[in-house]
């Protein structure tokens, strides 16, 4: 199993740009999750989805669009890019089990975004 | 008020110390508590997970809530270059899954 991977690894955007990063997973997971990690601020969430067709709002939502078309694909969208979104995106994954502390968030390998 | 206050480090010890990494926390809701360990350029990794009060142990690691202050610790023995990464606290009501993660403390450890 390859678990959580994100797409692209690295990018550079120019402000106003646009772009979308893909997350997927093969562990069949209901819930799915994204976060920006930004220094001094620690992980922070910007969407989450808790089943295919479903997205919500999460801490800090503005600039960012998300969809869950697919069970296994969770995809993050930012329609014009402003430098303050610089930052490492993580997507996550869990399977719900009814105790939190049990849903071991699966996360990926992060996606460095640069905003100029 | 941040909910969720971690001692960002970084912090340097030699190999064989004992560690100790700590949280504290505003939101009495709170229930369930983890930490995860996160290397350079990867994604963070659940280490240790504690419902309520008391300590659990998991070899070297040992993780200890205290509700009542709003303070948890996670305890490293021996401690390893390879535990070389940043710890982040992270803790939940429960419910549909918002967790909560601390700003994360940057440990090296000196062979």
């Known amino acids: 199993n390859a678990g959580v991977t994100q797409t692209p690894k690295f990018r550079v955007l120019k402000t106003g740009q646009s772009m979308t990063l893909l997350c997927a997973q093969d562990?069949?997971?209901?819930?799915m999750y994204w976060y920006r990690q930004d220094p001094g601020m620690g992980l922070r969430l910007i969407h989450y989805?808790?089943?295919?067709?479903?997205?919500a709002k999460g801490e800090v939502p503005d600039g960012y669009n998300v969809s869950r078309l697919k069970k296994q694909n969770f995809l993050l969208g930012l329609e014009s890019a402003a430098p303050s979104q610089t930052s490492v995106y993580f997507c996550?994954?869990?399977?719900?089990?009814?105790?939190?502390?049990?849903?071991?968030?699966?996360f990926g390998p992060g996606t460095r975004l640069t905003v100029l | 008020q941040k909910e969720v206050e971690q001692d960002p480090g970084p912090l340097s010890v030699p190999e064989g110390a004992i560690v100790s990494l700590n949280c504290t926390y505003s939101?009495?809701?709170?229930?369930?508590f983890m930490w995860y360990r996160q290397y350079s350029r990867k994604g963070p990794e659940l280490l240790m997970y504690?419902?309520?009060?008391g300590n659990k142990e998991d070899g070297r690691f040992t993780a200890q809530v205290d509700k009542s202050s709003k303070y948890i610790s996670l305890f490293i023995r021996d401690s390893q270059p390879s535990d070389s990464a940043t710890y982040l606290c992270a803790m939940s009501s429960g419910g549909y899954q918002k967790v909560t993660f601390g700003t994360g403390t940057k440990l090296q450890v000196i062979p």
């Open positions: 562990m069949n997971h209901e819930y």
């Open positions: 996550a994954s869990s399977y719900p089990s009814g105790r939190a502390a049990r849903d071991e968030q699966f």
């Open positions: 989805s808790v089943g295919e067709g479903t997205t």
């Open positions: 939101n009495s809701a709170f229930q369930y």
């Open positions: 504690t419902y309520s009060s």
